[in-house]
């Protein structure tokens, strides 16, 4: 940046709220020159510092660009409004913190969708960085802006204003797609013609690459291919081993509170039980783990480069993850002496052993969080949560009795069948965690018991079973919300619901197809932007857009999709196949359930990808 | 024993608050395996105290921090291992190992020098400098947790001078007798009929007492 402007930006810092988060020169990040990097890549959170830095995605790739001799990545994260609104203000352009180049001189501006109300973000960072919002817009000067992540499962929303997507997971991806810009820039070639380069990269999908038509009743009729060599549909991309995989050995170290302030280890990637409603589980597959050698050596080196005080171990279920008691205890010998706890974020509820809890609450007591999702078993079978009553009531009992008296319980409503019952059901699990709780003898349990309950509404998602269905009106969520309220009066028990008219938006956007990306522009320009944020979030204004763009919100997030329709997301091979998506969607409907794939494959898709799911090879010997 | 550092807190880090700085400086001190000591009790935290906390905005040249360590440790080790446990905007410029009996940095801090650079050099006010220590009093409201209160801060006043577009003074800084930068410099401003100008101030040197002489801190 010029040395004015950086006077002047040093001024601005002095009167906006937590300027830390725009200092940079943390532990543990890159010190690069900027001018010597063959290839530059900024990578940009479309949220704040705090919670960007939370995000383990970021710091794996992060690590990965910058491992390379000739590449070089910095961090963007969106300006809180009073930091953005001063910028414009003082001319300041968006910049990176490392450096504090301007992020319209980077090669690539990627983005990561973690959720669909960020996007508003994207194009607040883009405008900031006075980068051309629309692809067609920018030049042969402009960077090239990409972008990942789960939300890009679905790319079409962002498809006017991304140059190219990378579908899948990131690791090597990554690498060849910064690898081949490059190059390109070596050659000196043309925008379009790096485009075209990177088109043929697997898990790469350019959208302007692709003609989008719509039949009459506003519904997909096609999206193909506009020139030879780009595929008709994009291959995700796959990391079949994951210790062979790169992950920081370091992580920046913040000097603000960020939202996970300590070291976080991936110890597997992906979910087989099957959930119906769950995105990452489908989107994620198949399950592939860390060893128990590797997951030892990396905690040792991120415990001396980060000096961190606690490890916490992650992946969409923990509780599933062979060694799992024995990671636990190796990492407790190794770090009780240095003072580092360990926790377990996401625990599900049916292999929780009482061990490993009696273990993890030596280190440190933190609450209990478990995730029944619905009521009853009859719509937990709908939904193939494979839990049941008896399961949480025990999981919740040995918790209070190792000492435990906070428990989280996360539920949805809005799931297709749900029924009265349903809701009754969710305030009768509470009933029944509060009862287990006084069963333990009094001077065997910790006092003050703490039982949360929070229901969100069900947003259908994409390459899920549920992608066909129809989200509740808002009227028929607030009714079932009202009735809740009642269900909910119990002594002992917190009850939290979520803003339906956020979820209902997420439900257009999530299945939107490239026309929503106007409304997001209008939503956007005319004012909205830190949408997850409910200080900022302007339901009314994105109303106004859709009505503005001449779409009907309705039309994408209420109605029920016929199986043969053309989705905007088929351009996608996401693994998972139509064919078994549509095989859960008609069992759930039926109340069948589908078994951990563990147990046998269920041909969800990746089967057909040679080398991709290993369980399935193992299976079959191969 | 106990070892006191001198240290730089970088321009970059200058809106880096207290407490955030604290903690940096803990995980850097873990990092650097230095035999550290720990708090006793439930929480044990690792024991750790600054000279006095830094102004919001300022740099640091030379702030004075005192870390207990288990056994004897050679200074000069310390200084290394622990530089090489931190990030670029902070660093160990001294190092001295003294008994655990030696009287803590806060106790023994009795001013500090600073300098402040206004936007715009400070040939304006440079004039009105002889005149306003020539005051008897220099009536001030300084801002405390119970409010608001009327103090003189002529007395607090050491030296106060300009060079090179800079302002310079040594203040009071101990328990009893406070005077930050900022309001002497709003006084200044003031008294020269002036509009305060936006300025970066920067600690230069804590200062102890040898007699009645002020020297640096860290050679008390
Ligand atoms: S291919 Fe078979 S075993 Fe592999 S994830 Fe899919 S269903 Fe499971």
């Known amino acids: 940046m010029e040395a004015l402007l950086e006077a002047k930006l040093e001024k601005l810092l002095e009167q906006v709220q937590k300027p830390a988060r725009y200092a940079g020169g943390e532990m543990n990040t890159s010190v690069k020159p900027f001018d010597e990097a063959e290839l530059t890549f900024a990578f940009c959170f479309p949220d704040t510092y705090d919670i960007g830095m939370s995000h383990l995605g970021i710091k794996i790739l992060y690590h990965i660009i910058n491992k390379q001799p000739w590449g070089l990545c910095e961090r963007v994260f969106t300006p809180w409004p009073d930091m953005g609104d001063a910028m414009r203000r003082e001319g300041i352009p968006l910049f990176s913190l490392e450096s504090r180049t301007p992020v319209r001189d980077f090669d690539l501006v990627g983005f990561t969708l973690q959720y669909e109300m960020s996007y508003t973000n994207i194009l607040e960072m883009l405008d900031l960085a006075r980068i051309p919002l629309y692809a067609r817009d920018r030049g042969e000067k402009d960077p090239l802006v990409v972008a990942g992540g789960p939300c890009a499962y679905n790319p079409e929303p962002l498809a006017n204003f991304v140059d190219a997507y990378m579908i899948g997971d990131g690791e090597d991806v990554m690498v060849e797609l910064c690898a081949a810009v490059r190059e390109g ?48 549909k994009v291959q995700r991309c796959v990391v079949t081993d994951l210790n062979g995989a790169e992950y920081p050995e370091s992580f920046p170290v913040p000097y ?74 190796a990492l407790m010998d190794r770090y009780q002496q240095k003072r580092v706890s360990i926790s377990l974020p996401s625990m599900r509820i049916d292999n929780i052993v009482k061990q490993s809890l009696e273990e993890t609450q030596k280190v440190k007591k933190s609450g209990l969080t478990l995730a029944p999702e619905a009521g009853t078993q009859r719509l937990r079978d709908v939904i193939n949560k494979g839990v049941t009553e008896e399961d949480l009531i025990r999981a919740v009992t040995d918790a209070f009795e190792s000492g435990w008296s906070t428990v989280k319980l996360y539920f949805m409503s809005g799931l297709p069948t749900e029924t009265d019952e349903d809701l009754q059901g969710i305030a009768d699990l509470c009933k029944k965690t509060v009862a287990a709780y006084f069963s333990v003898p009094k001077d065997r349990r910790a006092r003050g018991l703490k039982v949360t309950a929070s229901v969100s509404v069900f947003v259908p998602k994409p390459f899920t079973p549920f992608q066909w269905v129809g989200q509740d009106t808002l009227e028929v969520i607030r009714g079932k919300q009202e009735r809740m309220r009642e269900y909910m009066r119990l002594k002992g ?121 290993p369980a399935y090879e193992n299976a079959r010997g191969v | 024993m106990k070892m006191l550092a001198v240290f730089e807190k970088g321009p970059r880090l200058r809106l880096i608050g207290h407490l955030d700085l604290m903690r940096a400086m803990q995980r850097a001190l873990r990092r650097s395996d230095l035999p550290i ?38 200074p000069a080790f310390f200084l290394d291992r622990l530089n090489a446990a931190l990030p670029p905007d902070l660093k160990i410029l001294a190092c001295r190992a003294v008994e655990d009996t030696h009287k803590s940095p806060m106790a023994l801090l009795r001013a500090a020098r600073y300098s402040a650079q206004p936007e715009g050099g400070a040939d304006d006010v440079a004039p009105f400098i002889g005149p306003f220590l020539a005051q008897k009093t220099v009536p001030a409201v300084k801002k405390t947790k119970s409010g608001e209160k009327e103090v003189d801060i002529r007395p607090m006043i050491h030296e106060l001078s300009c060079r090179d577009g800079r302002i310079f003074a040594t203040l009071d800084l101990r ?46």
């Not at chain 1, 339901?539 to 857009?545: G, M």
């Not at chain 1, 053309?566 to 095989?583: H, Q, S």
């Not at chain 2, 006084?187 to 102890?208: K, Q």
């Open chain 1, 256 to 329: 603000t509170d960020i939202v996970f302030d300590r070291i976080v280890l991936e110890i597997m990637r992906g979910c087989t039980r099957g959930c119906r409603f769950c995105q990452a589980g489908m989107i994620y597959r198949p399950v592939r783990e860390r060893s128990l050698d590797r997951l030892l050596a990396l905690a040792d080196s991120l415990e001396k480069t980060t000096g961190y005080e606690e490890i916490s171990l992650s992946s969409l279920s923990s509780g599933d993850y062979p060694c799992l008691a024995e990671l636990i205890r």
């Open chain 1, 493 to 613: 028990v917190t009850y939290n619901w979520h803003e339906s008219t956020l979820s209902f938006l997420e439900a257009c956007i999530s299945r939107g197809d490239r026309r929503i990306g106007d409304v997001i522009y209008t939503a956007w320009k005319d004012g909205c932007r830190f949408d997850g944020w409910n200080e900022h979030f302007r339901y009314e204004t994105w109303l106004a857009a859709f009505e503005k763009c001449g779409l009907d919100p309705a039309f994408y997030a209420y109605r029920v999709r016929p199986l043969e329709e053309v989705l905007p997301w088929d351009v996608i091979d996401a693994g998972v196949t139509k064919e078994f998506l549509i095989r859960e969607y008609e069992k759930a409907l039926k109340g069948t359930t589908t078994k951990d794939c563990r147990k046998g494959c269920n041909a969800c898709g990746l089967q057909r990808w040679k080398g991709a799911c």
């Open chain 1, 185 to 232: 820039k070596r050659q000196g070639k043309s925008r379009l013609a790096i485009l075209e380069d990177l088109a043929a990269i697997r898990g790469v999908y350019v959208p302007a690459f692709y003609d989008v038509c719509y039949n009459a009743d506003g519904t997909v009729k096609s999206c193909t291919p506009n020139r030879p060599g780009v595929p008709a």
């Open chain 2, 175 to 220: 328990e009893e007798s406070t005077c930050k930068m900022e309001l002497l410099l709003d006084r200044l401003y003031a008294f020269a009929g002036l509009e305060t100008p936006h300025f970066l101030v920067r600690r230069l040197m804590l200062l102890g007492e040898d007699g009645n002489a002020f020297v640096p801190l860290e050679d008390v």
């Open chain 2, 37 to 74: 000591r720990y708090s006793q009790g439930f929480n044990p935290h690792i024991l750790l105290t600054f000279a006095a906390p830094l102004n919001l905005g300022a740099v640091g040249e030379r702030e004075i921090m005192e870390v207990p360590v288990e056994g004897t440790v050679d």
